[in-house]
């Protein structure tokens, strides 16, 4: 299934992308000239008028950006599960007593002792795809993992032990 957009100059102003759902809304991005932007939802029946237009910083932006990206990689990742019986998808917290807050996600050899796959770590509401073995992971780190029930179960107990 393809996604339309549309771009429309708007001179003096900028530059309008819109994003046409299957439902026939509209949802707009306005890059102004002078950097900012704006986040526009228009009328079904005219799609000119605006039924909310939001100002957004560099910083807002990215971040609703990366909320949609990660719940579109989430709910791939659960389809992925659906379609596999036997495959599950889980978050896991790393907390600060655990023995790799501070080290390296190799360190952990998750795959090679749970059969799991690390296929991103969330850290501050960002998500990183496809960590390296040389990530530093760090508490608060949510670790989004996909395996079998035992081999999650074994990845959520190596996690969560303490050092010591």
């Known amino acids: ?3 339309r957009v549309e771009k429309a ?3 003096g102003i900028g ?9 026939g ?34 910083a807002e932006s990215a971040t609703l950006a990366e909320l949609l990206g990660a719940s579109v990689v989430m709910s791939k990742l659960n389809k992925l599960s659906d379609d596999a019986p036997g495959l599950f998808t889980e978050k896991l917290l790393i907390p600060a007593d655990s ?9 952990t050899r998750a795959r090679t002792r749970t059969g799991v796959s690390i296929v991103a770590v969330v850290r501050n509401k960002k998500a990183i795809p496809s960590p390296r ?24 107990d190596l996690i969560v032990s303490a050092s010591g």
């Open 1 to 3: 299934m393809s996604v």
């Open 9 to 11: 100059d708007l001179p």
């Open 15 to 23: 530059v309008r992308h819109d994003l046409v759902t299957a439902r």
């Open 25 to 58: 809304r509209r949802i707009g991005v306005v890059d102004m000239r002078d950097g900012t932007r704006e986040l526009s939802i228009y009328r079904l029946d005219d799609p000119d008028c605006t039924i909310a237009a939001i100002p957004m910083t560099d």
């Open 99 to 107: 023995q790799y807050s501070g080290r390296p996600l190799g360190d």
């Open 133 to 156: 073995p040389d990530f530093q992971l760090e508490a608060g780190d949510t670790l989004v993992a996909v395996g079998t029930r035992e081999g999650l179960d074994s990845l959520n």
